[in-house]
């Protein structure tokens, strides 16, 4: 539904604050201070109305596309800015961006939809919507230029901005009739332009947000500056679920900068400096006692009896039965089983956790990179005290999100409690790296077991997976559960949906003995896809060993009936060339998955030296995402996953001690560098009919065809993440 | 206080002389396009420029630096955003969030002043910062780009 209630909202208030450090330097950071405020993503400025929620169109022809989600890095600014531009018939090379903010979204009746940056949802989860937002820009337009010609708008064109009325050859352009178009109503009904005319969509156009990303002018959250700001360093009980007991401020008091020392919530302290790096110093000079709590004695080694407990009990939450896997098992010619493990991990986005944010008695205003501006206004009207409709959220570029800034908005509570404590003034909190490492929401964490049966012919003809382990939505969203079953555990392994299972087992009982131990868990990119594919992706390769099968001619047996996923294993196979030998001493392995949507498939080539490095040559990876949008961006989303992926099967582990993550920072929580990374071959191969995500999918298929890949070089067969705990070294 | 030559100004700033570079560039003189990340120089989030080389920011108290040292970060490293690596960035799309990117093109853009066609063993040896993002594989063909374009550009020079 289309809203004709005029909003202001293209007046936009802007503060220029300049820094001046002698002859030759001035940096100028623009800040929405006002209410009205639209936070400008792109460099708009025009006091145009717009033509509706999407499109504003300036005089010169300027487009700005409003985009609801968060740019973090995936390219979603501009794949959602090609969606609204195909309709529109714009001028692809005017066109800009810039964000609403969550404050007007409530106060329009959520008229841009959902905020939320997350689950590879940003082009799937609002395509439509936002194609049909261009479109009725689009027509609204041509009614205007119709309008001031008095002619039927039948015999109007549109094309790059351009309208023409056909028979006389006249021509207008969209700048020209903006503001008539603003005055008229929508359209009740558009048709969305059939995909094989797209013309934009599918293209592979460039990022419309790079060049700030060269010259260090793009502002990031932690890079605020604001009059009259001050810096904060905050650190929380390093034990879960501790508490703040109290603080000696006396003694940091008269450091430098310091201008107060505050109790945050229950469990944290912060110092408010002039400087953050004042803020910072005093902080470690800070005596601090904490009242470490319940959980002080929990360990990586207690957590891991949980969850071996939860391996044999007798009760679990069911997430896939076919048949009778017991029946099959016990009748089965052979019979393998293997337990595998997965570790915490922080998601360590290169930017710490941060938010700038400033409170009165009436009103409360934040400025923080976030995944989805609308929860961080919820937090922040929370911690504030304030009905939300007193408070907003400007959403400011992240530096990197993974998961981390969506779901959880403990870094705005926070900036908001110290705030308050220093009224009308500014504050911006910078967490260090090493709050950022004991303070996450990890990966969870969970073990696996799975037991397979193969008959006479060496065909799979059972399959019992068992997970034991850490629910997210238990912790985070018990409301999303059903009956106190997490499904979203299942991801990979479901009967059907956007996480189906690619193989068609005959008899397949997939089950999670929940166990949460108190690391809170959260989402990540992938998440439980990560563990589920190298947990099942890698016993199907035990089960073709096993079989003395070809891993490849065993998958395929099971596809029968998952053509997608099939294609695009094929596909990688085809391209690695998988039925020729490999060069000497390379050795390749397999994956395949459906994530997100998305089918995905990948084939590794790695070497095992004498001494066990272990080199990753090359990933073939091809992933069918229903439409690509843009394919340059997949591809570099595709390589951007593997990073990830390869990080956490190299390096990525938290370890528990005293109830705290032991790791403080990348040094003992390394991630890969670019002499580590493969080349890597990715084939978007878009089949139509739906719509896949892309940032996460691809992450699920790079561990484990480099485990199978690792098992084909050394016999080794790899259970335990990460790699950089194991011995590569032939057996 | 300390006196220091950023961008090619000379700088007379007020600050404790153990504070690290980094924050004297992001708090003091507000250039943020240095960024911080882990302040213990594992990721090269903060690299800058010393007289050419690279040197991470947040490990360097600035009572280490002398006047007559030149230091550049990434606001200075060209006039326009026209630096062959800045070039190369843009023609490849390299960025993905962009936080750890004037960290990676400063260890490059130190890379290329002593190796201006350096191989891949090259770029692997120098260029050791975290993206978490996973930019490698661009960053690599950025580095081999920005060779060519400089070397274009030095060969109109020339003629
Ligand atoms: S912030 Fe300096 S090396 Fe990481
Ligand atoms: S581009 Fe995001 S960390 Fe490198």
Known sequence: MMNRERVDISR?????????????????????????????????????????????????????????????????????????????ECD?????????????????????????????????????????????????????????WDVPMEECRVAESVITHTPTGRTTSYGKVAAAAAELFPPEQVELKNPKDWRLIGQPVKRLDTVDKLTGKQVFGADLQMPGMLNAAIRACPTFGGRLKSFDQAKVRKMPGVRQVVRVGDDAVAVVAET???????????????????????????????????LDSEDAFVGNRSGDAGKALR??????????????????????????????????????????????????????????????VYKIHLGGGFGRRGAFHDFVQQAVLIAKQLPGTPVKLLWTREEDMQHGHYHPITKARLVGGLDEKGDLVGLHVRISGQSILASVNPGWMSNGVDMFTFQGLLPDGDHAISYTVPNLLVEHAMRNPPVPPGFWRGVNINQNAIYLESFIDELAHAAGKDPLAFRRRLMANHPKSLAVLNAVAEKAGWDKPAPAGVYRGLAVCKAFASHVAACAEVSVDDGGRLKIHRIVAATDPGYAVNPQQIEAQVEGSFVYGLSALLYGECTIRDGSVEQRNFNDYPSMLINEMPEVDVIVMPSGGFWGGIGEPTIAVAAPAVLNAIFAATGKRIRQCPLKNTDLRSA | MAKLKINGNMLEIDVDGTTP?????????????????????????????????????????????????????????????????????????????????????????????????????????KVNNICRCGTFNRVRRGIHLAAQIHKGASKRERS
């Not at chain 1, 910072?280 to 800070?286: F, I, S, Y």
């Not at chain 1, 009242?291 to 929990?298: I, T």
Request: hydrophobic letters at 40%; one cysteine or more; charged letters at 20%.
């Open chain 1, 12 to 88: 936009r208030d802007f503060l220029i604050r300049t820094t001046t450090a002698g002859a030759g330097f001035s940096l100028g950071l623009y800040l929405p201070l006002s209410s009205a405020g639209v936070l400008a993503a792109g460099s708009g400025s025009s006091a145009v109305p717009e033509v509706n929620a999407w499109v504003v169109i300036e005089p010169d022809d300027t487009v700005i596309i409003r985009i609801a989600r968060s740019e973090m890095g995936q390219g979603t600014l501009t794949g959602l800015a090609q969606l609204v531009a195909e309709e529109l």
């Open chain 1, 92 to 148: 692809w090379s005017r066109v800009k961006t810039e964000y609403p903010t969550p404050g007007q979204n409530l106060a329009r009746g959520r008229v841009w939809g959902s905020f939320a940056t997350g689950g590879s949802q940003g082009i799937r989860g609002s395509h439509l919507y936002v194609r049909k937002g261009g479109a009725v820009a689009r027509e609204m337009l041509i009614e205007a230029a119709a309008e001031a």
């Open chain 1, 276 to 310: 953050w790096w004042q803020a910072k110093t005093a902080l470690d000079a800070l005596p601090i006692d904490w009242d470490r709590g319940p959980n002080a004695a929990v360990s990586t080694a207690s957590i891991e009896q949980m969850l071996d407990e939860g």
């Open chain 1, 331 to 392: 009748g089965a010619v052979k019979t393998v089983e293997a337990t595998y493990r997965y570790p915490y991990q922080n998601h360590a986005t290169m930017e710490p956790m941060n938010a700038t944010a400033r409170w009165t008695e009436d009103r409360c205003d934040v400025w923080c990179p976030t995944q989805n501006g609308e929860a961080a206004l919820q937090a922040a009207a929370e911690a504030a005290g304030l009905p939300i409709g007193k408070c907003e």
């Open chain 2, 21 to 125: 570079l980094l924050w004297v560039l992001r708090e003091q003189l507000g250039l943020t396009g240095t960024k911080y990340s882990c302040g213990i120089g594992v990721c090269g989030s903060c690299t800058v420029h010393v007289d050419g080389e690279a040197v991470r920011a947040c490990i360097l108290p600035v009572s280490a630096l002398k006047p007559s040292q030149e230091i550049t970060t990434i606001e200075g490293l060209s006039a326009d955003g026209t630096h062959p690596l800045q070039q190369a960035w843009e023609e490849l799309d390299v960025p993905q969030c962009g936080y750890c990117q004037p960290g990676m093109i400063m260890s490059a853009a130190a890379l290329l002043n002593e190796n201006p066609s350096p191989s891949d063993a090259d770029i692997d040896a």
